[in-house]
Nanobody
Framework: QVQLVESGGGLVQPGGSLRLSCAAS???????IGWFRRAPGKEREVISC????????YYTDSVKGRFTISRDNDKRTLYLQMNSLKPEDTAVYYC?????????????????WGQGTQVTVSS
């Protein structure tokens, strides 16, 4: 049974940092994995993804230079380091298993979702 479990969300002040984690189980790690978010009143959007061995990454423009995605396949965990957080980063953040991830093409189709973790950026 595929499971993706996010953690690390919370309340942070503008300019602060958070690190999200996503623990994966129930499948082999030869999959790309990504982070998505859904802000209040908006569609869910992809923000970053990473290929199965970590050789290729993708970031949406709004998070480039502030967020860093990484994965530790030995620990079966995906990470998202978020720095210089802004109020517009407030959203529910989801990790997802993907068909592929590449810098040029972005994230492939999603085959499994986590349950999400809330990130709120506010003073």
């Amino acid at each position: 049974q595929v499971q993706l479990v996010e953690s690390g969300g919370g309340l942070v002040q503008p300019g602060g940092s958070l690190r999200l984690s996503c623990a994966a189980s129930g499948f082999t790690l030869d999959y790309a994995i990504g982070w998505f978010r859904r802000a209040p009143g908006k569609e869910r959007e992809v923000i970053s993804c990473i290929s199965s061995l970590g050789g290729s990454t993708y970031y949406t423009d709004s998070v480039k230079g502030r967020f860093t995605i990484s994965r530790d396949n030995d620990k079966r965990t995906l990470y998202l380091q978020m720095n210089s957080l802004k109020p517009e980063d407030t959203a529910v953040y989801y990790c997802a298993r993907l068909k592929f991830c590449s810098q040029g093409r972005g994230a492939g189709a999603v085959s499994s979702w986590g349950q999400g973790t809330q990130v709120t950026v506010s003073s």
